[in-house]
């Protein structure tokens, strides 16, 4: 076994059908008593129902959350919370919203509460990841996660088949990067394999009925413990590559994902055999790279960048972007075989 170091961050998990409810309860044992509720646009309705459980602790609500938590809106949220004498930020929905929470908080040193709607993970990590000028940049501190998160089933029935998929996927790459991460760790590998069998076995019965509270259930479970593995070890090639594609070429994010990870499992393959077998026993015993790409495309997800919008003339560039700055990937990260694994993911090609 590899010598390791193992870092918990400190965050508290609230978790059930109904949890959103004890939102005023945990307001209360934290002391906090003015809350800004945070949503995207399409859940203003959604999170004010949620929110209305706080009564007099609602302080007010901004719902201008978007995809790459753009600084101009950060800037309007940290007007909104100063406006109001917020003493904490309730961010209800997905990465995006919950990446504005995180924004805000980098400038305020508000407190985070976090109800989750979709499976990306980004409420267990001390992640930022933000745009300004068109450029994304991510910081990493401590002081970024949110205290506490209360993942919800009930609100996850609502997620649309597609999108649960697609997200249900993001936050399997998560997991799998984490099981060759250069920092890996044996409880970390141990949350990655359960988060993998947990997802890959809860998304066709999602896909089957939408309202599967029990399927819902251990997929928000599996996505719980991606969201850590994204937290605790390094990623690698795959997030590499999604944040190049998002980035610079505005692909969305959770269908981004879906589509590389075959492919960047297929690049480092002979480089991370543990790693491979974790994640073959996980999945029933088939080979995971051809196993993430099968699952995909039984379920209708998206199984090509082109798919997705993205060019062929764009590939060679994406390339040069993906590898101009060195970083750590079990096999080496270089020019033409990259450009060869995007110009098979662009077609969506078998492996
Ligand atoms: P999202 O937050 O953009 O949500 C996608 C859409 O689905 C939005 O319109 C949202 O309002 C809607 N939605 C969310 N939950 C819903 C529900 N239960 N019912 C109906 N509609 C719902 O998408 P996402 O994939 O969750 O997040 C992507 C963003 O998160 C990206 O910007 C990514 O960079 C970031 N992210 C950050 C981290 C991190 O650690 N910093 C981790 C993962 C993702």
């Not at 800037?75 to 990446?99: F, K, M, Q, Y």
């Not at 979709?118 to 996660?145: C, F, H, V, W």
């Not at 998929?165 to 394999?193: C, F, K, M, Q």
């Amino acid at each position: 076994m590899q010598p390791f170091v193992y870092n918990s961050a400190p965050s508290r998990v609230i978790f059930g059908r109904g949890a959103s409810r004890s939102l005023a309860a945990e307001l209360d044992r934290l002391g906090l008593k003015r809350a800004l509720v945070l949503s995207t646009p399409q859940q203003e309705e959604q999170s004010l129902s949620i929110a209305s459980n706080l009564e007099w602790r609602l302080a007010g609500s901004f719902h201008e959350a978007a995809m790459h938590t753009p600084s101009e809106v950060t800037a309007v949220g940290v007007r909104r919370a100063s406006e109001v004498n917020a003493d904490c930020l309730v961010a209800i929905g997905g990465g995006s919203t919950i990446g504005l929470g995180k924004a805000i908080a980098w400038r305020t040193d508000l407190p985070q509460v976090v109800v989750p709607t979709t499976y990306a993970g980004s409420e267990m990590t001390p992640i930022l990841g933000q745009t300004e000028d068109g450029l994304k940049t991510t910081i990493r501190n401590p002081k970024i996660q949110p205290q506490t998160v209360i993942y919800d089933v009930d609100l996850t029935l609502t997620l649309p088949a597609q999108i649960s998929v697609t997200s249900g996927l993001n936050a399997a790459a998560h997991a799998a990067e984490a099981l060759y991460a250069r920092d890996r760790n044996p409880v970390i590998s141990l949350l990655a394999e359960e988060a993998i069998r947990v997802l890959t076995q809860a998304l066709p019965r999602i896909v089957d009925d939408e309202r599967n509270v029990e399927a819902r259930s251990e997929a928000l479970y599996g996505a719980w413990l991606c969201g850590i593995c994204l937290g605790s070890a390094g990623m690698a090639l795959h997030h590499k590559l999604c944040h190049t594609l998002g980035g610079s070429f505005n692909l969305p994010h959770a269908a981004t994902h879906c589509v590389v990870l075959p492919y960047a499992l297929d690049y480092n393959r002979t480089e991370i055999p543990e790693a491979m077998a974790a994640m073959s026993r996980a999945m029933g015993g088939v080979d995971a790279a051809r196993g993430f790409r099968a699952l995909a495309k039984n379920l209708g997800a998206p199984t090509s960048l082109q798919a997705l919008g993205f060019e062929e003339a764009d590939i060679a560039r994406a390339a040069e972007l993906a590898t101009e700055n060195a970083y750590w990937n079990p096999r080496p990260i270089e020019l033409a075989p990259i450009r060869t694994l995007l110009t098979h993911a662009w077609r969506g090609d078998d492996l």
